[in-house]
């Protein structure tokens, strides 16, 4: 007598799987557009619909609004499950913004979950992008280098600037000396500090 078994093969785990040819990249804000490109590795063709949807979001950057990269969302990808190739690949793309604000490296994070008809490789489920500010540090200078004013016309304001923005805290210290003029009588010197908020371009001080 014949005995039979029959053997069900799982040719989603068997014969492909969604990959990434790396976890993470470096990139600059002046890019402009970069491509993140998903694998497929095929091992046997089939008539299989093949897709792993995807979510792009923001680890330490913000999404959208003209911050730090356009906003993309979730989507699906699609692979031909009877190609012949070994390899097939799709790509997402995000649109950077090239701001002219002074911050820190920050983060992209794609994620991949979902899969129909494959699985996704160990350790290919997130994968992030750091984003290498372009912009210089802030340069503080006063808004104007000299001004005059009548003798009893009483305090006198003036304002410093930064030559761009930043997201982060930044001080400068103030301070004044007589030219020709005596301190006591003439006027009464100034030692301060100015903070600027992340954001804020232009602070004063009063002598």
Known sequence: MLNTTTIN???????????????????????????????????????????????VQGGTATPGNGNDFELVGAGTLSFTGNNTTNTQTATISVDLNDDFINEPSETIVIELLNPQNTIIATGSETFTYTINDNDNAPEAGFVSTSESQAENAGNVVVAVNLSNPTTQTVSVDVSSSGGTATDGTDYISVSNTLTFSPGDTVESFTY
Not at 12 to 19: A, K, L, P, S, T
Not at 21 to 42: H, I, K, R
Request: no cysteine; hydrophobic share 30%.
């Open 9 to 55: 093969i799982d040719e989603r785990q068997g014969n492909n799987e969604i990959r990434l040819p790396s976890t993470s990249a470096t990139v600059n804000e002046g890019d402009g557009t970069v491509d993140f490109t998903v694998e497929l590795d095929q091992l046997q063709a089939n008539n299989l619909s093949i897709s792993v949807d995807y979510q």
